[in-house]
């Protein structure tokens, strides 16, 4: 058997399939899965092309991917791994800066053509159970998308979401996520009939097998993981030290406005107590009337 066992969703792998020029039609391919039927690509240039030489080292959480197309129209595609509570914000601020960055100072505005944003995101960002979302500009009052407002559009592809299994797949969207969030676990000499039926999938694969094969494409691949799982470490060590600092100033508040000032030993030992300690702690507060029980309380946990 051959294993892939090369994740695609991996900034470094992501840029490798869609962002270089030998595999342009990949990009194709996913870009005309999002957007059609309303858009029908055929072909695109990608204005900042992955080149391994120039490219070694990978600091960035997101490596996005520009192109223009036969019309004219600027896509900017992004893999997005790891939460982030404002990535709406930053996704409309590189959409709006794509956009604008069209135009050199003192050019005319009727140069500007308009400008996609697609982002796949590996978490659940929105409320309900849709996998795709697609914004524009509208009329809050009657729902009107006029063509003078339609240079920007944002999709997100929300992967986290999707469960179809291999046998659902009707959409080259389909595909493209299935293959994506499973690739680990397919076998490339013996590919689900669901995505056999897709050429461009079928070559995604093949460079994914590729890339496994090379000594120097796999060492930045396994380095990329590695530097990805430390960001999820450090995110999770950032969020469970913002919950604990959160949880130690409630419980100072509170035994402060029922005993008063607290003692510097008990605030200090505060400091030591984990998140699941300081919520054992505030239920304890119920039944604590003095600092004196507050203090054995410490010294019995």
Request: aromatic share 10%; no cysteine; charged share 30%.
């Amino acid at each position: 058997m051959s294993f892939l066992k090369i994740n695609p969703k991996v900034d470094f792998v992501f840029r490798l399939l869609f962002g270089s020029e030998r595999n342009k039609d990949l990009l194709i391919s996913l870009i005309n899965s999002v957007v059609e039927p309303d858009i029908k690509i055929v072909d695109v240039i990608i204005k900042n092309p992955f080149n391994l030489a120039e490219r070694t080292e990978f600091k960035e959480s997101i490596l996005d991917i520009k192109a223009v197309d036969q019309d004219g129209t600027w896509y900017d595609v992004e893999m997005q791994l790891t939460p982030h509570s404002l990535y709406g914000r930053r996704a409309i601020y590189y959409l709006a800066k794509v956009y604008v960055d069209q135009l050199a100072s003192g050019e005319d505005y009727s140069r500007l053509n308009p400008t996609i944003g697609i982002h796949f995101l590996d978490f659940r960002y929105f409320d309900d159970d849709r996998v795709v979302r697609h914004f524009v500009l509208k009329d809050a009052e009657t729902n009107e998308a006029p063509e003078a407002l339609s240079g920007l559009r944002l999709y997100f592809v929300e992967m986290a979401k999707f469960d179809k299994d291999w046998s659902e797949l009707r959409s080259a969207l389909d595909r493209w996520v299935a293959f994506l969030n499973r690739a680990l676990e397919l076998d490339n000499s013996r590919l689900p009939a669901g995505l056999q039926v897709d050429p461009a999938i079928a070559k995604a694969a093949a460079e994914l097998d590729r890339i496994g094969a090379s000594s120097e494409e796999r060492e930045i691949y396994e380095g990329r993981v590695k530097a990805l799982m430390i960001d999820q470490i450090q995110i999770k060590d950032a969020r469970e030290e913002g919950l604990q600092e959160g949880g130690r100033n409630m419980l100072l508040h509170l035994m402060t406005r029922r005993m008063g000032d607290v003692p510097t030993d008990i605030a200090s030992k505060l400091r030591m107590l984990t998140t699941p300690e300081l919520d054992e702690l505030g239920e304890a507060l119920f039944d604590l009337k003095t600092y004196a029980e507050v203090e054995a309380w410490l010294t019995k946990h």
